[in-house]
């Protein structure tokens, strides 16, 4: 296959490398701004991809020039046997960079392995140093198991670990110097990310516009602009020695749509082309119906082209009625 066949395009003429791939939409925790208390609504366990299935339409993808692969959920290590299926993608040709984005409660029994099978980066959610405030926050007393998550992850060698801190109003925004403090300590890259309107939790969860926030610690900290492995949505700004790393993910008061380079692979097989719109494929019936690898990669191609301009979370912040564990991180 030529390079000019491998390049996996959309309509907009946005190059798509980067797959964020959930592996449950199952979460031990309930975010005030991601999954509801008592929410039941989880996808079945039968209509899950199973890691053959899954590793066989990743493959597909690395053949069409996805480069990059996210491991999320819900809370990606609460799919057993997790490390199985790192292992397996790892190796797959084409995909350059396996990484895990992860609330880090289960980090530390997971992290050594996960190093092992060829996970290279992870992200971890972390939006308070406050015990009583992550428990507010998360719906569980947690912050101990988040840290020694975080320090295992350490340990074992992942580089960089970003720290995701979803920044609220009235909520834990006077924490953004503790957090930097924080990571400049431990030689973590903080990204700051502006809560998204997905579902009413993510309507609901206090949104701040965090353009303020960036010129500030600008300012105090000399930053000036830099680039991080990842490929993702954050633009960052570091000091000029080096020491501090900060990213703003801002889709609400400084969208990203124009470079955009994702798609989103739900566990039940179906690919979300946009966080903030309703187009879709569905891979299940597919990959369990017999198709061939050139079919599959056909029908990789038309759903990519499906994939809209931009979202409308400012224009339609009721639009998205799916809790983002449902679409995958």
């Known amino acids: 296959m030529g390079d000019v066949e491998r390049h996996l395009t959309d309509g907009f003429g946005r190059r798509i490398e980067y797959l964020r791939l959930s592996v449950t939409d199952r979460c031990d925790l309930r975010c005030t701004y991601c999954i509801p208390e008592g929410f039941h609504g989880f996808e079945e366990p039968e209509h899950w991809l199973t890691f ?24 990606p290590l609460l799919r057993r046997n997790l490390p199985e299926l790192a292992g397996r993608l790892s190796t797959l040709p084409g995909i350059e960079d396996l990484s895990l984005s992860t609330n880090a409660t289960q980090l530390a029994r997971h992290a050594t392995q996960l190093k ?10 972390l939006d308070s140093l406050r015990p009583e405030r992550v428990e507010r926050i998360n719906g569980r007393a947690v912050l101990d198991k988040i840290m020694a998550g975080l320090m295992a992850g350490k340990a074992a060698g992942f580089a960089p670990i970003k720290v995701n801190m979803v920044v609220m109003q009235a909520v834990n925004d006077d924490e953004i110097d503790q957090m930097a403090a924080f990571c400049i300590d431990h030689g973590f890259v903080l990204r700051l990310i502006e809560t998204m309107p997905m579902g009413e939790t993510g309507r609901n969860a206090g949104y701040l ?35 501090f790393t900060v990213g703003f993910i801002t889709p609400i008061s400084q969208h990203f ?20 719109q309703e187009e879709s494929f569905r891979f299940r019936p597919l990959l369990r119906g017999g198709a061939s690898d050139a079919e599959l990669e056909a029908a990789i191609r038309a759903a990519v082209e499906l994939k809209p301009q931009r979202h409308e979370f400012r224009e339609a912040p009721g639009k998205i009625l799916r809790f983002m564990s449902q679409t995958g991180g």
């Open 52 to 75: 053959g299935e899954t590793e066989r339409l990743v493959a597909a993808f690395g053949r069409l020039g996805v480069r990059r692969v996210r491991m999320t959920g819900g809370e």
């Open 116 to 125: 092992q099978a060829g996970v290279s980066r992870i992200n971890v959610s």
């Open 209 to 243: 516009d965090l353009q303020t926030a960036r010129q500030r610690l600008q300012e105090r900290f000399g930053l000036v602009p830099a680039a991080l492995p990842g490929g993702g949505p954050a633009r960052y700004l570091q000091t000029r020695d080096g020491a």
């Open 257 to 276: 749509c124009d470079t955009c380079n994702r798609v989103r692979l739900g566990v039940d097989g179906t690919l979300y082309m946009c966080l903030g």
